[in-house]
Nanobody, 122 residues
């Protein structure tokens, strides 16, 4: 059974920091492209940042220089360090495991966590 469990969300004032974590189980984590997405009220889900199996990172322009994505393959954990938070960062943040296998012979699929809410007040 695949599980992605996010934590670390909460309420913070503008300029503050939060660190999100996503613990994965049931997948070959090291082989997955991992990502953080977010969905603000009334808006579509958007990609915040991704990190490939080879640790190549990518960021949305809106978070470049403020957010840092990282992964610990030994702990099957994905992180998102968020600094200098802005009210427009307020959203539910989702962990995504993309093109993952559950076994070496399984087909690749995408999996999602349940989300963690981040609220940034001005």
């Amino acid at each position: 059974q695949v599980q992605l469990v996010e934590s670390g969300g909460g309420s913070v004032q503008a300029g503050g920091s939060l660190k999100l974590s996503c613990v994965a189980s049931g997948i070959i984590f090291s082989g997955c492209r991992m990502g953080w997405y977010r969905q603000a009220p009334g808006k579509e889900r958007e990609l915040v940042s991704s990190i490939s199996s080879g640790a190549t990172t990518d960021y949305a322009d809106s978070v470049k220089g403020r957010f840092t994505i990282s992964r610990d393959n030994a702990q099957n954990t994905l992180y998102l360090q968020m600094n200098r938070l802005l009210p427009e960062d307020t959203a539910v943040y989702y962990c995504a495991a993309e093109r993952c296998r559950t076994t070496p012979w399984a087909s690749r699929q995408d999996y999602w966590g349940q989300g963690t809410r981040v609220t940034v007040s001005s």
